[in-house]
């Protein structure tokens, strides 16, 4: 079992960034995909970012070009770096973890834009 805690997540202004971190317990963090989800009130759950164990990342259209995923495997943790917010980015959002049948997924963190 994988534990996944997310931390970052608040309240900003639009146009600002905010950075979340997902720590995983996992000791073999390397071999999992890392990805970074999200759902808004009344909307499905979807994919933002993901990064592969080779660090290969995949961004969903409307966050390419202002969000960064990456991930630092020595301290089992992933981030989202989130530039140039914008109010319909306000979700909770959720950290992955995948490696063949297994998914594990964070609690969520919630990240609000508005002035």
């Known amino acids: 079992q994988v534990q996944l805690v997310e931390s970052g997540g608040g309240l900003v202004q639009p146009g600002g960034s905010l950075r979340l971190s997902c720590a995983a317990s996992?000791?073999?963090?390397?071999?999992?995909?890392m990805g970074w989800y999200r759902q808004a009130p009344g909307k499905q759950r979807e994919l933002v970012a993901e990064?592969?164990?080779?660090?290969?990342?995949n961004y969903a259209d409307f966050v390419k070009g202002r969000f960064t995923i990456s991930r630092y495997n020595p301290a089992n943790t992933a981030y989202l770096q989130m530039n140039s917010l914008k109010p319909e980015d306000t979700a909770v959002y959720y950290c992955?973890?995948?490696?063949?049948?297994?998914?594990?997924w964070g609690q969520g963190t919630q990240v609000t834009v508005s002035s």
């Open positions: 992955n973890a995948r490696k063949w049948t297994n998914d594990y």
């Open positions: 996992a000791s073999d963090f390397s071999t999992y995909v």
């Open positions: 990064i592969t164990q080779a660090r290969s990342e």
